[in-house]
Protein backbone atom coordinates (compact mmCIF):
# COMPACT_ATOMS: atom_id res chain seq x y z
CA UNK A 1 0.00 0.00 0.00
CA UNK A 2 2.43 2.34 0.56
CA UNK A 3 4.44 1.73 -2.26
CA UNK A 4 1.37 1.91 -4.55
CA UNK A 5 0.91 5.80 -2.29
CA UNK A 6 4.44 6.74 -3.09
CA UNK A 7 3.73 5.72 -7.05
CA UNK A 8 0.63 7.74 -7.59
CA UNK A 9 2.05 11.04 -5.65
CA UNK A 10 5.16 10.60 -8.14
CA UNK A 11 2.87 10.04 -10.81
CA UNK A 12 0.61 13.04 -10.04
CA UNK A 13 3.67 15.25 -9.83
CA UNK A 14 4.85 14.02 -12.90
CA UNK A 15 2.04 14.89 -14.98
CA UNK A 16 1.58 18.31 -13.05
CA UNK A 17 5.32 19.20 -13.84
CA UNK A 18 4.17 18.16 -17.59
CA UNK A 19 1.08 20.60 -17.53
CA UNK A 20 3.18 23.00 -16.09
CA UNK A 21 5.20 24.79 -18.53
CA UNK A 22 5.84 27.91 -20.61
CA UNK A 23 4.05 27.93 -23.83
CA UNK A 24 5.82 27.43 -27.16
CA UNK A 25 5.78 29.39 -30.16
CA UNK A 26 3.22 27.31 -32.33
CA UNK A 27 0.94 27.40 -28.84
CA UNK A 28 0.89 31.00 -28.80
CA UNK A 29 -0.03 30.89 -31.90
CA UNK A 30 -2.99 28.96 -31.85
CA UNK A 31 -4.02 30.99 -28.86
CA UNK A 32 -3.67 33.98 -30.89
CA UNK A 33 -2.47 35.72 -27.71
CA UNK A 34 0.86 37.17 -26.61
CA UNK A 35 1.27 37.70 -23.13
CA UNK A 36 4.07 39.75 -21.95
CA UNK A 37 4.57 40.71 -17.95
CA UNK A 38 5.27 44.67 -17.70
CA UNK A 39 5.44 47.68 -15.64
CA UNK A 40 3.22 50.15 -14.75
CA UNK A 41 4.94 52.13 -12.48
CA UNK A 42 8.18 52.90 -14.56
CA UNK A 43 7.99 56.08 -16.76
CA UNK A 44 9.13 56.09 -19.23
CA UNK A 45 9.22 51.86 -19.79
CA UNK A 46 5.98 51.29 -18.49
CA UNK A 47 3.54 53.48 -16.83
CA UNK A 48 -0.54 54.21 -16.95
CA UNK A 49 -0.96 57.49 -18.35
CA UNK A 50 -3.81 60.37 -17.33
CA UNK A 51 -6.63 57.56 -18.09
CA UNK A 52 -5.25 54.95 -16.80
CA UNK A 53 -3.91 53.48 -20.41
CA UNK A 54 -0.23 51.76 -20.62
CA UNK A 55 2.64 53.73 -22.26
CA UNK A 56 6.10 53.47 -22.46
CA UNK A 57 8.96 51.84 -24.98
CA UNK A 58 8.62 48.47 -23.64
CA UNK A 59 4.40 48.61 -23.69
CA UNK A 60 4.89 49.31 -27.40
CA UNK A 61 7.86 46.89 -27.96
CA UNK A 62 5.33 44.18 -26.84
CA UNK A 63 2.75 45.19 -29.33
CA UNK A 64 5.24 45.41 -31.95
CA UNK A 65 6.07 41.01 -31.02
CA UNK A 66 2.84 40.74 -30.62
CA UNK A 67 2.66 42.11 -34.80
CA UNK A 68 5.25 39.88 -35.71
CA UNK A 69 4.91 36.81 -34.19
CA UNK A 70 0.57 36.79 -34.60
CA UNK A 71 0.23 39.58 -37.24
CA UNK A 72 -1.59 42.19 -35.21
CA UNK A 73 -0.47 44.51 -32.39
CA UNK A 74 -3.22 44.35 -30.61
CA UNK A 75 -2.83 40.44 -29.80
CA UNK A 76 -0.74 41.09 -26.69
CA UNK A 77 -2.28 40.84 -22.78
CA UNK A 78 -0.42 43.08 -20.95
CA UNK A 79 0.00 41.89 -16.97
CA UNK A 80 1.73 44.69 -14.78
CA UNK A 81 4.48 43.05 -12.52
CA UNK A 82 6.10 43.97 -9.36
CA UNK A 83 10.01 43.55 -9.79
CA UNK A 84 10.46 40.50 -7.27
CA UNK A 85 8.41 38.47 -10.00
CA UNK A 86 9.90 39.66 -13.17
CA UNK A 87 11.57 36.05 -13.51
CA UNK A 88 9.15 33.66 -11.84
CA UNK A 89 6.05 35.06 -13.90
CA UNK A 90 7.75 33.20 -16.54
CA UNK A 91 9.51 30.25 -14.74
CA UNK A 92 5.78 29.48 -13.03
CA UNK A 93 4.27 29.70 -17.09
CA UNK A 94 1.98 32.98 -16.20
CA UNK A 95 3.67 34.91 -19.06
CA UNK A 96 5.09 34.09 -21.86
CA UNK A 97 7.49 37.10 -22.07
CA UNK A 98 8.60 39.77 -19.27
CA UNK A 99 9.38 43.28 -20.59
CA UNK A 100 10.02 44.95 -17.47
CA UNK A 101 13.13 46.84 -17.13
CA UNK A 102 14.99 43.60 -16.42
CA UNK A 103 19.00 43.57 -17.34
CA UNK A 104 20.65 41.15 -17.95
CA UNK A 105 23.06 39.16 -16.18
CA UNK A 106 24.96 36.10 -15.50
CA UNK A 107 23.15 34.77 -12.34
CA UNK A 108 20.04 35.35 -13.38
CA UNK A 109 20.62 34.06 -17.37
CA UNK A 110 20.83 30.38 -15.21
CA UNK A 111 17.19 30.46 -14.82
CA UNK A 112 15.88 31.86 -17.87
CA UNK A 113 16.92 33.26 -21.43
CA UNK A 114 17.26 36.92 -22.52
CA UNK A 115 16.69 38.19 -26.02
CA UNK A 116 19.81 40.42 -27.27
CA UNK A 117 19.76 43.85 -25.55
CA UNK A 118 16.79 45.96 -26.63
CA UNK A 119 17.68 49.33 -24.17
CA UNK A 120 21.35 49.94 -22.92
CA UNK A 121 20.54 51.59 -19.60
CA UNK A 122 23.25 52.78 -16.90
CA UNK A 123 23.68 54.67 -13.59
CA UNK A 124 23.31 57.96 -13.87
CA UNK A 125 23.39 61.02 -11.66
CA UNK A 126 20.09 63.54 -10.88
CA UNK A 127 20.48 66.75 -9.02
CA UNK A 128 18.37 69.87 -7.77
CA UNK A 129 20.95 72.71 -7.52
CA UNK A 130 21.41 74.31 -11.18
CA UNK A 131 24.86 74.52 -10.89
CA UNK A 132 24.88 70.81 -10.82
CA UNK A 133 25.91 70.52 -14.31
CA UNK A 134 28.64 67.64 -14.51
CA UNK A 135 30.63 64.86 -12.39
CA UNK A 136 33.45 67.49 -11.08
CA UNK A 137 30.56 69.28 -9.31
CA UNK A 138 29.66 66.78 -7.37
CA UNK A 139 33.02 64.97 -7.30
CA UNK A 140 33.51 65.44 -2.95
CA UNK A 141 29.57 65.87 -2.46
CA UNK A 142 26.92 63.56 -0.66
CA UNK A 143 25.06 61.00 -3.30
CA UNK A 144 22.26 59.56 -2.15
CA UNK A 145 21.92 55.88 -3.42
CA UNK A 146 19.53 53.11 -2.50
CA UNK A 147 20.31 50.97 -0.01
CA UNK A 148 22.07 47.72 -1.21
CA UNK A 149 22.08 49.06 -4.95
CA UNK A 150 24.52 48.24 -7.62
CA UNK A 151 25.44 51.67 -8.21
CA UNK A 152 27.38 52.24 -5.31
CA UNK A 153 29.98 49.94 -6.65
CA UNK A 154 29.72 52.15 -10.17
CA UNK A 155 29.76 55.69 -8.49
CA UNK A 156 32.27 54.84 -5.69
CA UNK A 157 34.54 53.87 -9.37
CA UNK A 158 33.83 56.83 -10.90
CA UNK A 159 33.99 59.67 -7.96
CA UNK A 160 35.83 57.82 -4.87
CA UNK A 161 35.84 60.48 -3.13
CA UNK A 162 32.05 61.19 -2.91
CA UNK A 163 30.17 60.14 0.53
CA UNK A 164 27.27 58.41 0.14
CA UNK A 165 24.01 58.50 1.86
CA UNK A 166 21.65 55.65 1.64
CA UNK A 167 18.04 55.92 1.36
CA UNK A 168 15.19 53.39 1.15
CA UNK A 169 12.95 54.65 -1.17
CA UNK A 170 13.11 57.16 -4.42
CA UNK A 171 10.73 59.52 -2.40
CA UNK A 172 13.56 59.70 0.66
CA UNK A 173 16.51 60.27 -2.05
CA UNK A 174 14.04 63.40 -3.36
CA UNK A 175 13.15 65.06 0.54
CA UNK A 176 17.19 65.09 0.55
CA UNK A 177 17.66 66.84 -2.56
CA UNK A 178 15.06 69.06 -2.15
CA UNK A 179 16.70 69.86 1.64
CA UNK A 180 20.25 70.13 0.27
CA UNK A 181 21.13 67.18 2.38
CA UNK A 182 23.06 65.75 -0.58
CA UNK A 183 23.89 66.71 -4.11
CA UNK A 184 22.75 64.17 -6.20
CA UNK A 185 21.20 60.95 -6.57
CA UNK A 186 22.41 57.92 -8.01
CA UNK A 187 20.07 55.36 -9.58
CA UNK A 188 18.92 54.13 -13.23
CA UNK A 189 18.78 56.45 -15.82
CA UNK A 190 15.74 55.04 -17.37
CA UNK A 191 14.10 55.81 -13.84
CA UNK A 192 15.65 59.15 -13.21
CA UNK A 193 14.50 60.31 -16.79
CA UNK A 194 11.52 59.48 -15.88
CA UNK A 195 11.30 61.72 -13.32
CA UNK A 196 13.07 64.72 -14.85
CA UNK A 197 10.01 64.12 -17.20
CA UNK A 198 7.34 64.49 -13.94
CA UNK A 199 9.43 66.98 -12.56
CA UNK A 200 11.63 69.42 -14.92
CA UNK A 201 13.24 71.38 -12.10
CA UNK A 202 15.51 68.25 -11.68
CA UNK A 203 18.55 67.53 -14.42
CA UNK A 204 20.41 64.41 -15.79
CA UNK A 205 24.20 65.05 -15.43
CA UNK A 206 24.73 64.36 -18.99
CA UNK A 207 27.10 60.84 -18.49
CA UNK A 208 26.18 57.69 -18.13
CA UNK A 209 28.56 55.84 -14.80
CA UNK A 210 27.62 52.31 -16.70
CA UNK A 211 26.34 50.42 -19.67
CA UNK A 212 23.57 47.67 -18.70
CA UNK A 213 21.22 46.11 -21.62
CA UNK A 214 17.80 45.34 -21.14
CA UNK A 215 16.31 42.59 -22.23
CA UNK A 216 13.43 40.54 -23.36
CA UNK A 217 13.23 37.14 -20.31
CA UNK A 218 12.37 34.30 -21.68
CA UNK A 219 11.84 30.69 -20.72
CA UNK A 220 14.80 28.27 -21.08
CA UNK A 221 15.00 24.75 -22.80
CA UNK A 222 14.92 23.84 -26.62
CA UNK A 223 11.42 23.71 -27.07
CA UNK A 224 11.64 27.57 -26.67
CA UNK A 225 14.44 27.50 -29.59
CA UNK A 226 11.87 29.29 -32.16
CA UNK A 227 10.03 31.70 -29.95
CA UNK A 228 13.52 32.75 -28.82
CA UNK A 229 14.91 32.74 -32.40
CA UNK A 230 11.96 35.07 -33.62
CA UNK A 231 12.08 37.53 -31.06
CA UNK A 232 15.88 38.34 -30.99
CA UNK A 233 15.63 38.23 -34.91
CA UNK A 234 12.66 41.07 -34.40
CA UNK A 235 14.85 42.99 -31.63
CA UNK A 236 17.82 43.35 -34.14
CA UNK A 237 15.69 44.43 -37.07
CA UNK A 238 13.92 46.81 -34.80
CA UNK A 239 17.13 48.08 -33.87
CA UNK A 240 19.00 47.93 -37.82
CA UNK A 241 15.68 49.90 -39.05
CA UNK A 242 16.54 52.66 -36.19
CA UNK A 243 12.68 52.14 -34.48
CA UNK A 244 14.35 51.35 -31.14
CA UNK A 245 16.27 54.25 -31.16
CA UNK A 246 13.32 56.59 -32.53
CA UNK A 247 10.61 55.54 -29.85
CA UNK A 248 13.07 55.58 -27.08
CA UNK A 249 14.11 59.49 -28.54
CA UNK A 250 9.94 59.84 -28.59
CA UNK A 251 9.85 58.70 -24.66
CA UNK A 252 13.03 60.98 -23.40
CA UNK A 253 14.92 58.48 -22.51
CA UNK A 254 18.92 59.05 -22.32
CA UNK A 255 20.43 56.50 -25.11
CA UNK A 256 24.21 55.19 -24.93
CA UNK A 257 26.30 54.95 -27.67
CA UNK A 258 25.04 51.82 -28.70
CA UNK A 259 21.53 53.37 -28.90
CA UNK A 260 22.07 56.09 -31.53
CA UNK A 261 21.94 59.88 -30.85
CA UNK A 262 21.52 60.81 -27.21
CA UNK A 263 21.61 63.42 -24.57
CA UNK A 264 24.09 62.03 -22.49
CA UNK A 265 27.52 61.21 -23.29
CA UNK A 266 29.12 57.85 -23.17
CA UNK A 267 29.48 55.64 -20.17
CA UNK A 268 32.53 56.08 -18.00
CA UNK A 269 34.32 53.08 -18.44
CA UNK A 270 33.57 50.28 -16.01
CA UNK A 271 35.62 47.47 -14.52
CA UNK A 272 33.96 46.44 -11.77
Known amino acids: MKFKTSFFILLWVLVFSLASHAAELKEIQQRGKLIVAVKDNLRPLGFRDATGK ?14 DLLGKPDAVELQPVANRDRLSV ?31 DGTALIAKDGSVQKLNNVAKSKIAVLKGSSSIATVRYVLPRVQFVGVDSYQEARSLLESGAVGAFAADASVLSGWVQEDPQYQLLPTLLSAEPLSVVMPKGVQYDELRRRVNQAIARYSAEGWLQQRAAYWGLPLGPSGGASRLSSPVPNHN
Open 54 to 67: LQGLEIELAQRLAQ
Open 90 to 120: VLDDKVDLTIAGVTATEPRSRVVSFSIPYYL
